[in-house]
Structures are given as C-alpha cells and as structure tokens.
C-alpha cells in the first residue's frame, strides 16, 4: 500500500460503485423548506392498527427471541399459502425462506447463483440496487433497454439478442420500479420460452404484486416449466406499508433455498421475530386494509396521469407500482437538469430517469405514494416550470 491512501484498501468491486442517484436528491431536498417530495418509492400510510397491535401484544407476551434461520413456521405456512393463490406450490420447510426485506433476499439469490464472470440480463429502467448488486456478486451486469413505445416492457426479441454462452439469470421486476409498467400472461410466456430455450435462471422480484391497476399480475414462477428454474422475491413493505419492519422472503426449489441459507445465517441469522409477527399477522387479517390503500393509489395515479396530461408532459399509463415515469426530452432539458432544477425552483423533488439506467434517459420517476393534496400541488408546481421553459403542448404525443 505504497500510496498511503485508505482507500487502496477497500474492495475494488465497491470502491468502483457509484453512490445512489437517488440519494443525491434525498439530501438537496432535505436541506430545503416547503418541498414535496415525488421521489420516494414508499407508502405513505401508516403499518394498519392491527398488525402493530399484534406486535405490541408479542412483545408483551415476552417473544424477543431467534427464530429458525428459515422463520417462523407458521409464517411460512401463511406465505405458501398465499402463493399457491397465485398458482405456484412450495413446501415451507424446505422451499421458503424469511429474509431483512427484500433487498437481503435479492442478494443472497445473486450471491447463491452467480459466479465470477457469469453474466446477468437486467431489462432496464430498473430498481437502483439491481446492477450494483450484481457486480457486488462476481457477476457482469448486461442490460436491455426497453421504451416507452414499448410500455416499457420487455420482448422476448429484445432477451433473446443479449444472450451470449456466459448468460446465466434473468433479473425481472414486474410490476416494474421505476416505470410502473406491468407484463401481462402472454408476454410472459414468450420471455419464459427463451429462458427455456437456454436454459436461464430467473430472479424474479414481485415485491410491487398485489400493487397492480389494469389486468392480473401473474406470478412468473407459476408459468409452465417455470417453477424449478426460478427464485421468486417478495415482502411486505409495499402492500402492507411495512417499509420499516424490513421484512420480506424467497420462494424457490429447496436446492436453491438450502444454499441461500447458508449465506443468511452467517451474516442475518434470522429475521428480527417482531417483524415476522407483523407480518403473519398481515397476511392473516390484513386483505380489507391493504386493498383500501391499494385503491387510493390506484386513485391517485389517475390524478396524476389526468395532472401531466394538463401540464404538458407524455406520460404512458403505469399499470402497478405507485410510480409514473413521464417523458421531459421535450424540454430541452436533460433528466438529471429537469429534476434538479424542478427542485430548486419549484421545491418538487423527482427522480432523474437516468438513475434507473439505460431506456430512463429522458424521464423522471414520481411516486404518487404521497396525499393527493400534495400530488396536486406538485403537479401545479411542475406546470409552472414547464411554462417558464416554453413547452408547446402542440409537441406533446401521449400515449
């Protein structure tokens, strides 16, 4: 270490990642008064009285200990339960495991099936942390743009020109963070025929499942010939308003869950169990109030979408999530100078599309997981600076 930097010291896989371009805006916006924020991918509900109840009275009835590294049983059970509504069948002792969010059960998935050199299809824009953590992995992040003419969605053309002999998973996000769009049955069945065809796993993440407008989701691992070759990640944060509690799990064949296992017992051990009593008891007793949240969103992203539509901006119509993900190219203005200076003139915080990597370059990603007082004001906000910038709306194509 002949430089005498401290950085020589750490990891090259982390010291050559750069930091979330999410959080840049995060920390402008909280340096400033009066803004309101479109920026963050989290309910704005309060964990439903009942499922903190729950928690409240475990905690009196003094269950502070481990669980199984697995998890509660009984919450695995509640949790096959669940997915075999959605046409898939695991056994919970063997097939299930309860992970710290999502995010844990994303990297113990990549972790368990990459290796070094193995490359990873990421249809792109994508949630933040997906190509990161790939690299984290060993593995070679290989994106595929999709588009707005497309509805963002990915073709089985587009997966089937990127695939190269060092392929090995296929990292799926539907409904998709940041675009909003949704992939109906038979798209799917087209993108599972080219992951059969050579022989690819899928990590598919449906965090964002029950969060879906316009037609079913369907469960990827419910396809046919799909179960065995696919890792299913889901949780709680997002339907349930559980954001906090970081609680969430995978799915898979017991080969595949064994392995994760083993990972997360020497670095988690387990799930923290109050977070676990939440969410049985979510899933147990928690339909009625997370389908009230649901059709606040499902609300407020007509609002939203009707508000851009006013003001100027194209913006195709997100089917899940509680994203939109509107055009700005128009403007004259990168992303990335749209939505800082959106924020210091107007004090609206979006989120530049090129964060989410490549087919986000002239969006922005705004969640309208916020009240609709705000969403209104926001939108109010946002067609003032477009009209100091000189849109003509006679440009605008919607779709």
């Known amino acids: 270490m002949s430089t005498g930097k401290w950085t020589d010291y750490i990891n090259p896989a982390v010291r050559n990642i750069p930091p979330s371009g999410i959080r840049r805006f995060f920390d402008l916006a909280a ?10 991918g989290e309910p704005d509900f309060v964990t439903p009285w009942h499922i903190r109840e729950s928690c409240i009275y475990s905690l009196h009835r003094g269950r502070t200990s481990y669980t199984s590294n697995h998890g509660l049983l009984e919450l695995r059970e509640e949790i096959a339960g669940y997915l075999a509504g959605q046409g898939v069948r695991y056994d919970p002792r063997k097939e299930i495991l309860v992970t710290v969010g999502v995010s844990e059960a994303l990297d113990l998935a990549l972790r368990t099936v990459v290796s070094p050199g193995d490359e990873v299809i990421i249809p792109t824009p994508c949630y933040v942390s997906y190509i ?56 799917l069945l087209q993108i599972a025929e080219v992951v059969q065809k050579h022989d690819l796993l899928v990590i598919s993440d449906e965090i964002y499942d029950r969060l879906t407008y316009t037609g079913q989701h369907t469960c990827f691992a419910s396809l046919p010939g799909m179960r065995e070759r696919t ?18 799990y995978a799915a898979a064949h017991e080969d595949f869950i064994a392995a994760m296992t083993k990972i997360h017992q020497y670095t988690m051990l387990c799930a923290p169990i109050t977070a676990q009593v939440a969410a049985l008891e979510a899933l147990q007793n928690g339909k009625s109030a997370m389908e009230k949240m649901v059709a606040h ?5 007509r609002l939203v979408l009707q508000g851009f539509k006013e003001i100027g901006l194209p913006c ?19 992303a990335s100078e749209f939505a800082e200076n959106l924020l210091l003139e107007e004090k609206v915080a979006v989120i530049p599309g090129d964060v989410f990597g490549p087919g986000g370059e002239h969006c922005i990603r705004c969640s309208y997981a916020s009240s609709v007082e705000d969403l209104t004001e926001a939108i ?10 000189g849109l003509s709306k006679s440009r605008v194509v919607y779709i």
């Not at 994106?143 to 090995?168: G, N, Q, Y």
């Open 132 to 187: 990161p953590c790939t690299s984290l992995a060993g593995g070679v992040p290989v994106t595929v743009a999709t588009s707005m003419e497309d509805r963002f969605r990915l073709t089985a053309d587009k997966l089937e020109a990127v695939i190269t002999p060092r392929s090995k998973a296929l990292l799926l996000c539907f409904p998709n963070n940041p675009t909003g769009a949704v992939m109906d049955r038979e798209s």
């Open 380 to 389: 109010n906000r946002m067609g003032r600076f477009i009209k100091r910038k």
């Open 316 to 334: 195709f119509e997100p089917g899940g999530a509680f994203y939109a993900f509107p055009y700005i190219g128009h403007t004259g203005l990168t």
């Open 297 to 301: 969103y499902n609300r407020r992203r």
């Open 231 to 248: 890792i299913l990640l889901n949780g709680f944060s997002k339907a349930y308003a559980m954001t906090g509690w970081r609680l969430g």
């Open 31 to 40: 340096e400033m008064e009066g803004v309101i924020s479109l920026g963050v």
